[in-house]
């Protein structure tokens, strides 16, 4: 029967077992302890207050990491392309310009302060030099980097 | 059988004339040890300046300012022994721009090496901002015979560096001659100059 009673009804049940409980001075003994007991574990409303305070201060804007893409991150040259190593860079970030720095491995070196976030494209020669491995290095710096990205070069033989 | 020895004889003797005819061959251009002894080794950032300068200088060219130097090196060797090579052991070249203008947009391109540098060494998109740099540092690319021309006939070594931007050409070149002393040449009469 209780299953189809409306919303009402179970109210009005509640209502009428609560008020027959405190009616008895054990049952008011019980709900005033019960009541102190919550207050105390509680931390009381002092902190409710102070809880709410720091949840109204507004939270710091995020910034959104700097990236840095480079392709390809690993490629061999020849003395067919003249030992030319190519790549696209891309840079993402928030901030209107980036200082880029890049290491091509074979001791030069490009510093770009001022770049703003887009595709460039970058050219280096590994000119006259025996078979190796080099490796680049490409950090940019500014809001949200600093960022790296790394790739080789191999220079073939022929 | 006479005559057989005879010519026998003649025969040896003309070789012999033409053996001796042959020009002796020049000696390697080897980097006398003292060359060295009087490079700065204060300045220790290969990165940024090279260390055991021997000579060279900074110029301006337009809004460029280029750094050339000619310093010595002992990773910088023959070709056959390493991989940093350079046909004269233990000689390098090392040359750094910085732009000091106003940015412009469009692509920059770098050549570097022996003059007139037409290999290119890098070029990129986006064009230059102030303060933008970079460096390059090789061994001599020049082959033995073509150093053994230059000394015959009393002409100076030259390397370049040429920057082509939208707004122009602009670089600078660093000489020097190979003074022979008595345990191999000397760098002497190092000059840089910029080019028009």
Sequence with gaps: MSNVLPFWGKMSQTFSRRSHIMKTRLGRFVVSTAIALSMLFSGG????????????????????????????????????????AEWTVVIYGQGASYTLYVTF??????????????TYNYTWYYDKVAPKTYYQTWRITGTGGPAQANSTVYRKNY | MFRKIFSILIFLFLSGCVITSTPTPQ???????????????????KYQSPPNRIGGGEIQSGAFHFQFWLYCD????????????????????????????????GMVDIAFGPFPAKTPAMSF??????????????????????????????????????????????????????QPVDDGYLPVDIKIQGIE
């Design chain 2, 125 to 178: 998109t986006g064009g230059l901002t102030p303060r933008s740099s970079g460096a390059f540092h090789r061994g001599i690319e020049i082959s033995q015979d073509d150093l053994k021309e230059y000394i015959q006939s009393n002409q100076p070594v030259r390397y370049e560096i040429r920057i082509q931007t939208e707004e122009g050409i602009f670089g600078a070149i660093l000489s020097f001659a190979l």
């Design chain 1, 45 to 84: 409303p002092a902190r409710i207050t102070s809880t709410l305070a720091e949840g109204i201060a507004p939270p710091a804007p995020d910034v959104i990491p700097a990236e840095i893409g480079v392709s390809p991150i690993a490629q061999d040259v020849t003395s067919i392309d003249k030992w030319r």
């Design chain 2, 74 to 105: 002992t990773d910088l060797t023959l070709p056959e022994y390493a991989n940093e090579q350079s046909s004269i052991d233990g000689l390098g070249v090392w040359s750094s721009w910085k732009y000091q203008g106003e940015s412009m947009d």
């Design chain 1, 105 to 118: 491995g074979d001791g030069g070196y490009l510093n770009r302060p001022g770049v703003a976030p887009g």
């Design chain 2, 27 to 45: 000696p390697d251009v080897i980097l006398s040890k003292s060359a060295c002894t009087k490079g700065d080794a204060t300045v220790n950032d």
